[in-house]
């Protein structure tokens, strides 16, 4: 693992910054994941894990479909080329088809996985503090 020497202001806030946006990633994973496995036994309990399965996959289609017409309107309209992120690229149409794939090839182990936490790739959505980078520098101490 690498460590950052924090010997300026300017890296001291560029650190900080990168650090509060990993936990705030990771600890936005954790409230999903949670959320999801609540909101599924709460109501998907009296379904079967295939029809779980085929309301997914439909939705992601769906989902995949509305985010591919968005991206082909960006396409047509005449965007200035100095304008960049994020106009450019809907990502979001990418990411959809992935996970269309992905859920099409697990089948019912689809269900499972979402309950343990188990997402694409085989990663899982837990975060070990340890993995971060180490900064140098308590991150209470202010600047």
């Known amino acids: 693992m690498q460590e950052f020497k924090i010997n300026s202001a300017s890296v ?3 650190a900080t910054q990168v ?6 990633t990771r600890d936005s994973q954790y ?3 949670a ?9 998907q309990a009296d379904k079967s894990g295939e029809a779980n399965y085929k309301e997914i996959i439909k939705d992601l289609k769906e989902y995949s479909t509305l ?5 082909d309107y960006f396409h047509e309209q005449k965007i200035p080329a100095d304008l960049g992120y994020p106009i450019k690229f809907n990502k979001t149409d990418l990411q959809l088809k992935m996970a269309y794939k992905y859920a099409k090839q697990q089948d019912d182990n689809l269900i499972a996985q979402i309950k343990n936490g188990h997402f ?11 993995k971060l980078p180490v ?3 308590d991150n209470s101490d202010s600047y």
Do not use: F, G, P
Request: proline share 0%; glycine share 0%; with cysteine.
């Open 120 to 130: 694409y790739n085989n990663q899982y959505c837990y975060v070990d503090s340890t």
């Open 12 to 14: 001291a806030h560029m």
């Open 35 to 43: 959320s999801i496995v609540e909101t599924w036994e709460k109501n």
């Open 67 to 71: 985010s591919k017409s968005i991206n």
């Open 19 to 24: 650090r509060v946006k990993q936990l705030a």
């Open 31 to 33: 409230k999903v994941l």
């Open 135 to 137: 900064l140098q520098a």
